[in-house]
């Protein structure tokens, strides 16, 4: 926990402040308070025990004969000339831009998908509209599925259906959905329940309920969700283009700094994802308040 420094004037009166805090008086004349905690103790020693065995490891790991001042000399100078001349040598820039395109339609494809299972599987794990053992059900189910990264689950699905964009696709709208499951799920639970007891008492059904109540209010936070996971699929996309064989920006982006280690390619490459991200962050805010 953090700690508060409360200014006390001279003249002022003595105030007593008793909010189960340990307070200690400075040179100054001020007050530190902090709060003591069980949660706040654990988390100090885990931090400590963690740099404790960083820099242990650090310590003993076998170097052999690196240079540490030429090892960065010449981290900076690759930096340096992979940012300040991007240029394209092995690829033509229509060549990259349908790498770009097949990268986006893979993460657009697992986010369409995921969304659409996430939205039916959402209304039977809402506690205020499902039955509540169902939804503990399909809850624990989904987090089970979520617990697995989604390279693991891409691997996964290399096994049946081969290394390619199928595979892919397939890994990240199981986990995409998974993930969106309990974006909605929450979503619904901190709805208003006024519409909703008001259509019940009316004799509603769940799909009138869903229509008419649910959906309304849910919307805006369903597809700024749905974005966000898109923006995680695009990213995962990328990865996935050399590791799962889906081909994509990443592939030529693992080209280029693997295969034929081109820095000055790598670094074009590098600042087209990050134009691509900024675009596509931009357009999901653009649509997110035309939602609202």
């Known amino acids: 926990m953090g700690t ?14 008793d909010l189960g805090r340990h307070m200690r008086k400075t040179r100054g004349g001020k007050i530190r308070t902090g709060v003591r905690s069980k949660s706040g103790t654990v988390l100090k020693l885990t931090m400590f025990v963690l740099a404790a065995l960083t820099i242990y490891g650090f310590y003993t ?11 960065v000399s010449r981290t900076l100078e690759n930096i340096r000339i992979m940012f300040s001349r991007p240029q394209l040598r092995f690829n033509t820039y229509s060549g990259i831009a349908i790498q770009l395109l097949i990268t986006l339609s893979l993460g657009v494809l697992a986010t369409i998908f995921g969304a659409i299972i996430a939205f039916f599987a959402a209304l039977l794990s809402a506690k205020n509209i499902a039955n509540a053992k169902v939804a503990n059900v399909i809850k624990g189910i989904f987090a089970a599925v979520r617990a697995v990264p989604s390279i693991l689950w891409i691997l996964i699905f ?8 199928t595979a892919a696709v397939a890994g990240l709208t199981l986990h995409s959905a998974a993930y ?19 259509l019940r008492a009316s004799g509603a059904g769940f799909w ?8 309304p209010a849910s919307i805006s936070y369903m597809t700024a969700w749905t974005f966000l996971r ?16 889906a081909g994509g920006i990443g592939f030529d982006l693992f080209m280029a700094g693997s295969f034929y280690f081109d820095l000055r390619e790598l670094g074009f490459i590098t600042y087209l994802i990050i134009a691509a991200v900024i675009i596509l962050e931009l357009l999901a805010t653009k ?4 939602v609202k």
């Open 287 to 290: 649509i997110k308040r035309s």
């Open 180 to 198: 969106l499951v309990k974006a909605y799920a929450e979503s619904i639970e901190e709805m208003d329940s006024g519409p909703i007891e008001a």
């Open 4 to 17: 508060k420094v409360i200014s006390i004037s001279n003249r002022a009166p003595a105030i007593p402040v």
């Open 61 to 71: 790991f076998d170097y052999g004969t690196i240079n540490f001042a030429d090892a």
């Open 208 to 215: 009138q309920i869903v229509f008419q109540a649910v959906i």
């Open 230 to 245: 898109f923006e995680i699929n695009f990213i995962n996309a990328i990865a996935m283009g050399a590791a799962a064989g």
């Open 158 to 165: 290399t096994v049946g259906a081969g290394l390619g964009g």
